[in-house]
């Protein structure tokens, strides 16, 4: 199944139950604009209205710009994909894209992009649904993480690897989820001059448009997380929740910091912190975290957590609170300033330095109660 028209399909499912198994999948043209990356315009495989497509044992190759390998708009519309290789080579062609509450399930998938902007599991203005099990999912263009959504992404047993952009990017009131994923990011080169940083995890609003704004969250269960280079998790002008559960989280960068909530430049400057509550259970967490003067963190320690860093080293910015419980402990690696505090009195290991509550040194072996910060 070829197609090299610009704006073309090599395969349209429009509102019928249509199944492909053993084919092979060709597409060049190019296409611009909303029309491709909202509504599927030039994508290789095109499911919308109302569409119930099932593809298996499949490869698909596009060249050309905004050329999206297998696309589900709308909703109502569902796309079931299986034993496939994908691999795209032009700008903002994702291997997976989802939108406007389109359903993608997808299971023992290779793909590999190398354009900018061409995310591996992809989605856009509207979102949908995303399920992806098992599989390798790989990217090498500058923007493009393993996954950006603006839709309800779950990941699990696979590997993913970036090796320019952020693993993940969440934007908006959208969600990542990752179960026993493998996940490895490098992220050294920007697609906007918004940021200072590099990260493997940025969860933000761009104002944009494309994802409605509210609560984001991201989970990550089991697996592993690899950093190269920067922070682990950066948030800017949103709020999130980020949970963490039993997963291997390394950053490889000594001048990264495991969390940065602040400002940047998207939204609008004043009110663009990043506010963030992060739960771990039996998670071992390795690294500063950095909450500036617009923004704020509520971590929660519980069930045998550890951590060890700092908070806030260079003083008080930003309204921090923590609760360590269920035998968590905080071991200093510097200086730490804080709003509030909940802990028994062997939750906390000062080594040899100070933790500010609110101004006062805390005490080591004192039991504390404090209150959420908002």
Same mark, same amino acid.
């Given at each position: 199944?070829?197609?090299?028209?610009?704006?073309?399909?090599?395969?349209?499912?429009?509102? #019928?139950?249509?199944?492909?198994?053993?084919?092979?999948?060709?597409?060049?043209?190019?296409?611009?604009?909303?029309?491709?990356?909202?509504?599927?315009?030039?994508?290789?495989?095109?499911?919308?209205?109302?569409?119930?497509?099932?593809?298996?044992? *499949?490869?698909?190759?596009?060249?050309?710009?905004?050329?999206?390998?297998?696309?589900?708009?709308?909703?109502?519309?569902?796309?079931?994909?299986?034993?496939?290789?994908?691999?795209?080579?032009?700008?903002?062609?994702?291997?997976?894209?989802?939108?406007?509450?389109?359903?993608?399930?997808?299971?023992?998938?290779?793909?590999?992009?190398?354009?900018?902007?061409?995310?591996?599991?992809?989605?856009?203005?509207? !979102?949908?649904?995303?399920?992806?099990?098992?599989?390798?999912?790989?990217?090498?263009?500058?923007?493009?993480?393993? *996954?950006?959504?603006?839709?309800?992404?779950?990941?699990?047993?696979?590997?993913?690897?970036?090796?320019?952009?952020?693993?993940?990017?969440?934007?908006?009131?959208?969600?990542? =989820?990752?179960?026993?994923?493998?996940?490895?990011?490098?992220? =050294?080169?920007?697609?906007?001059?918004?940021?200072?940083?590099?990260?493997?995890?940025?969860?933000?609003?761009?104002?944009?448009?494309?994802?409605?704004?509210?609560?984001?969250?991201?989970?990550?269960?089991?697996?592993? @997380?690899?950093?190269?280079?920067?922070?682990?998790?950066?948030?800017?002008?949103? #709020?999130?929740? +980020?949970?963490?559960?039993?997963?291997?989280?390394?950053?490889?960068?000594?001048?990264?910091?495991?969390?940065?909530?602040?400002?940047? !430049?998207?939204?609008? #400057?004043?009110?663009?912190?990043?506010?963030?509550?992060?739960?771990?259970?039996?998670?071992?967490?390795?690294?500063?975290?950095?909450?500036?003067?617009?923004?704020?963190?509520?971590?929660? @320690?519980?069930?045998?957590?550890?951590?060890?860093?700092?908070?806030?080293?260079?003083?008080?910015? !930003?309204?921090?609170?923590?609760?360590?419980?269920?035998?968590?402990?905080?071991? @200093?690696? !510097?200086?730490?300033? +804080?709003?509030? @505090?909940?802990?028994?009195?062997?939750?906390?290991?000062?080594?040899?330095?100070?933790?500010?509550?609110?101004?006062?040194?805390?005490?080591?072996?004192?039991?504390?109660?404090?209150?959420?910060?908002?």
């Amino acid at each position: 199944y070829n197609n090299s028209e610009n704006g073309g399909h090599a395969i349209l499912d429009d509102g #019928e139950v249509q199944s492909y198994s053993n084919i092979a999948v060709t597409k060049t043209g190019d296409s611009d604009g909303d029309d491709a990356d909202f509504y599927g315009e030039n994508a290789a495989i095109l499911a919308e209205n109302g569409a119930a497509l099932t593809l298996n044992e *499949i490869t698909v190759s596009t060249d050309g710009k905004h050329a999206n390998a297998v696309f589900s708009y709308g909703e109502g519309t569902t796309v079931n994909i299986s034993n496939a290789i994908i691999k795209t080579t032009g700008s903002c062609s994702g291997g997976l894209m989802t939108t406007g509450g389109g359903t993608m399930n997808a299971e023992k998938l290779t793909i590999n992009t190398t354009g900018n902007s061409s995310a591996a599991i992809r989605s856009d203005r509207g !979102g949908g649904t995303v399920t992806v099990k098992d599989g390798s999912y790989t990217t090498s263009g500058t923007g493009s993480p393993v *996954i950006y959504s603006t839709a309800d992404i779950t990941v699990s047993d696979a590997e993913m690897t970036s090796t320019a952009s952020q693993g993940v990017v969440v934007e908006g009131k959208n969600s990542v =989820t990752l179960n026993n994923v493998t996940l490895s990011a490098d992220n =050294t080169q920007k697609n906007s001059s918004n940021s200072d940083w590099y990260q493997a995890v940025m969860i933000y609003q761009s104002m944009s448009g494309d994802a409605a704004q509210g609560a984001s969250s991201f989970t990550m269960s089991g697996g592993s @997380l690899t950093n190269e280079n920067g922070d682990i998790f950066f948030v800017n002008n949103t #709020e999130t929740a +980020i949970t963490l559960s039993g997963a291997t989280i390394t950053n490889k960068d000594a001048d990264g910091v495991f969390l940065r909530a602040a400002a940047a !430049g998207w939204g609008n #400057e004043g009110s663009n912190g990043g506010h963030v509550t992060l739960t771990a259970s039996a998670q071992q967490i390795d690294g500063n975290m950095l909450v500036d003067d617009i923004s704020t963190l509520n971590l929660y @320690l519980a069930d045998a957590s550890t951590f060890s860093g700092a908070i806030n080293p260079d003083k008080a910015q !930003g309204d921090v609170y923590v609760e360590l419980s269920g035998g968590a402990k905080w071991t @200093l690696s !510097g200086d730490s300033y +804080i709003t509030s @505090l909940t802990c028994d009195t062997d939750s906390i290991d000062l080594n040899g330095h100070t933790l500010y509550v609110n101004g006062t040194a805390y005490t080591q072996g004192t039991a504390a109660s404090g209150q959420t910060v908002s």
